[in-house]
């Protein structure tokens, strides 16, 4: 059993800056997030796998179930949806505020311009407060132990602002052709 890191999330390297950093979202196509999962089961030689995806990642395994299905055994989508475009959480709470919000408000206090100059930055680059919302509002479960819960929060900080801002952008643009379509 493997589990994998997406683009720019925990131990994952994030695309090149000189490619995505004035324009996140292409980056974060699912398409390109599905065929980094076939590079890695290429690399370890795995011809064809049962799938779990939690969220995003339940996104991007339909993606490799509806571009790769020759690679998919079986596919367990958890925390999913048919579509995210229009999806309030996302657009509203995730995207409008705090990452084009308070986040972006934070960098172009200090003189940066969004999103060019902090793609490589994280939320705690913007303001301090970016720890308190990551703590009340994204890393919540009331059914899991909160020692579990804090040991998430440090690497949730660390991700990246061209992820923030790839993802959340890419999964509010409709297409017809990935896991994220209308």
Not at 40 to 67: P, W
Request: charged content about 20%; proline content about 7%; some cysteine.
């Amino acid at each position: 059993m493997y589990v994998l890191d997406q683009r720019g999330h925990g131990g994952s390297s994030m695309p090149p800056a000189a490619d995505c950093a004035a324009a996140p979202a292409q980056c974060f196509e699912p398409a390109d997030l599905a065929d980094d999962v076939i590079a890695f089961m290429d690399a370890k030689g795995i011809a064809r796998a049962s799938i779990v995806g939690h969220s995003m990642g339940s996104f991007v395994a339909q993606e490799l179930g509806l571009s790769h299905p020759q690679r998919v055994d079986k596919l367990v989508l958890i925390g999913t949806a048919a579509s995210v475009v229009g999806n309030v959480v996302l657009q509203d709470y995730i995207l409008a505020e705090p990452v084009e919000g308070s986040w972006k408000a934070g960098f172009e206090a200090q003189g940066l311009q969004f999103p060019e100059d902090v793609y490589e930055l994280d939320p705690l680059d913007a303001n301090a407060d970016a720890q308190a919302w990551i703590e009340g509002a994204w890393v919540v479960d009331p059914a899991a132990d909160p020692d579990f819960l804090a040991s998430i929060v440090p690497e949730t900080a660390a991700t990246r602002m061209g992820t923030w801002i790839g993802v959340a952008r890419r999964c509010c643009r409709p297409t017809t052709a990935s896991a994220c379509r209308t």
